[in-house]
């Protein structure tokens, strides 16, 4: 009968029933209980891992440039630990079947989840010009307002001017512009310049950009009856070239501080510059004269623009280099840099249309120009103290619009209307915001404000995750010891570089500092 007894009660438990310990035999007892402690230090062991998880997730969040709830949109739900104690008591409570009851009814809450996911994660907006625009107005207001109060006191202002320039002669047409508002006598007030990281007609003459317009920022204090003058000189340091010292490890050059640098050399301060910008270009590789590859982005150096002299600067670099460069490019200066890519997924996550509206964080700047602003307002810059203030982008990468949930792609663009008047196709492809400038001990407490005002209205860490002066590491064929498999790397590498890019010349991955010593 002992048997049938055990078997009798084990089929019980499979089956959700309980085991009254009373009717154990003292061998039964023991191993019953023997076994209950085993559950309870699993269950013990369970909780701690849970928690050592859970707060490795709740780490990993606050390294992200998003919180709240931007974040969830941009990087999906928070992922919760499931609490399998819980599936442990549903079994000893239910058996086999308790178990099952629990798992299938989790499986469908996280179902729910995806599905509401999916439901609501296409781009959707207002297509009616009026309504969008009354709906734009409004939201800017609101943040603007909120803004107000954490905006450095007496601030001038700032004005963006963008202007539509020809890729042949873009550097002369932005001149020409300083020189007939005026703006060239009065570097003072200008906190800097920058080519637009937008492709415009990019189904014509995918491979260049010399016939196409290519439109750039002027980004200045309001002005008025300024009397056209002044001259503008310019230099231009390649990506290609070793202009800096850098070892495996060490930060990666930040473009404008190569031009904070250079300016250095020439004696000027920001008073005296127009302003440094990266030399961006937007154009299709690796699909021959007939442009059927990829459109990609990148930067092929950067550009400086001052009310004064450069080339004498230039000649000493030429003879220096490579040279040390300092965080910030020089005792006394601060290069920010902020990422626009996360707040793009949710604000603007089609490159080629225009941000949504109504906007799914309203909260959250709109435009990078906006976030711009924001950061020179809050932070207090003024414009004499400025060398840089960009939209701009980083490293070369494919530039391509993304369909509707997120499937498929778009190379055309969205019709737009440009700088000039004229309506053309766009694709978008703003990734950061760099501000350089002079520091002052009132810049210091500003970017205590500005710390603020992302914690607690935008809710933001826009620094965090920019790749900015991120550690250099050697192409993988630099990094192989054996002569002979280094130079059988590279030939591979080329290889590859040859279908990705045909015949295209791409910037190297750390700009300004190859080769490594």
Wanted: hydrophobic share 40%.
């Amino acid at each position: 009968m002992g048997l049938f007894d055990n078997l009798r009660k084990t089929i019980a438990v499979a089956r959700g029933g309980e085991v009254d310990p009373n009717d154990l035999s003292p061998e039964q007892r023991a191993l019953y209980e023997e076994q209950q402690a085993r559950v309870a230090a699993a269950k013990a062991d369970l909780t701690a891992a849970r928690r050592t998880l859970q707060a490795s997730i709740d780490e990993q969040a606050l390294e992200r440039p998003l919180r709240g709830p931007a974040a969830e949109i941009a990087y999906g739900p928070r992922p919760e630990v499931a609490d399998h104690t819980v599936s442990v008591e549903a079994f000893e409570q239910g058996g086999v079947g308790g178990l099952l009851r629990h798992e299938w009814s989790r499986v469908r809450t996280q179902l729910g989840g995806t599905a509401r996911t999916m439901a609501t994660g296409a781009p959707r907006g207002v297509d009616d010009p009026v309504e969008r625009r009354r709906i734009e107005t409004t939201e800017r207001h609101d943040r603007d307002r909120r803004r107000a109060d954490y905006t450095a006191p007496g601030h001038a202002g700032v004005t963006v001017t963008r202007i539509a320039t020809r890729g042949s002669t873009q550097l002369d047409d932005v001149v020409a512009y300083l020189v007939d508002s005026g703006l060239a006598a009065r570097p003072d007030l200008v906190y800097g310049v920058s080519r637009v990281p937008d492709r415009i007609s990019p189904a014509k003459t995918p491979t260049s950009e010399r016939r196409r317009v290519v439109e750039w920022e002027v980004i200045h204090e309001p002005n008025a009856g300024l009397a056209p003058g002044g001259s503008v000189e310019r230099a231009t340091l390649s990506a290609w070239d070793h202009w800096v010292r850098r070892s495996k490890g060490d930060p990666a050059v930040v473009d404008e501080e190569l031009g904070v640098a250079l300016l250095e050399l020439a004696g000027l301060r920001a008073d005296r510059c127009l302003g440094v910008a990266r030399a961006v270009a937007m154009r299709s590789v690796g699909g021959g004269d007939e442009g059927s590859g990829e459109m990609v982005g990148c930067v092929e150096g950067v550009h400086v623009l001052a009310a004064a002299p450069v080339a004498a600067a230039i000649d000493g670099l030429i003879e220096a280099a490579p040279v040390d460069l300092p965080v910030h490019g020089r005792d006394g200066a601060f290069v920010e840099v902020l990422g626009w890519s996360d707040v793009a997924s949710v604000v603007h996550p089609q490159p080629q249309r225009t941000h949504v509206i109504p906007s799914p964080c309203p909260y959250l700047p709109s435009t990078p120009q906006e976030l711009l602003v924001m950061y020179l307002e809050v932070v207090g810059v003024r414009a004499a103290d400025c060398y840089s203030a960009e939209v701009t982008i980083d490293g070369t990468f494919e530039l391509v619009g993304v369909g509707r949930y997120g499937l498929g792609g778009s190379n055309s663009g969205g019709e737009e209307m440009c700088a000039d008047g004229e309506v053309r196709r766009r694709l978008r492809g703003a990734t950061h915001v760099v501000i350089a400038y002079d520091d002052r001990p009132e810049y210091e407490a500003g970017r205590e404000r500005w710390r603020r005002y992302q914690d607690e209205v935008l809710q933001t860490q826009l620094e965090l995750q920019t790749g900015a002066r991120r550690p250099i590491l050697p192409a993988g064929s630099a990094g192989l010891e054996n002569p002979l498999m280094r130079s059988a790397a590279r030939a591979v590498e080329a290889f590859e570089t040859l279908l990705m890019y045909g015949e295209t010349q791409v910037p190297p991955d750390f700009r300004y500092c190859q080769p490594l010593e």
